[in-house]
C-alpha cells in the first residue's frame, strides 16, 4: 500500500474507533489484531491487511467502505 494510501486508512480507521468511543486497546482484543502492530498501522508506520480491517469493520459496526476511502476527490 503506497503512503498517502496507508495514511487514508489509518485516518479512517481511527475516526471510526473515535466515533464509537472505544480504545485501541479494546479495538485490538476484540479484531484479533496485535496492540503494538494496530498502534503502528493507526500511525502509519504499518499497513492493515483486508483482514485486519475485516475484522475492525465487524468490531465497530461498520462496513469495510468506511474504513477505505477514496483517493479521488469526487468529480462535480
Known sequence: MGTEARHLVSVAVG???ER???SRHWLADRA???ARRLSEALHG???FTVADLAAIAAALDV???ALTPSADPPHR
Open 15 to 17: 475516526a471510526e474507533l
Open 20 to 22: 464509537a468511543g472505544r
Open 32 to 34: 484479533g489484531i496485535d
Open 45 to 47: 508506520r504499518d499497513d
Open 63 to 65: 462496513p469495510v467502505s
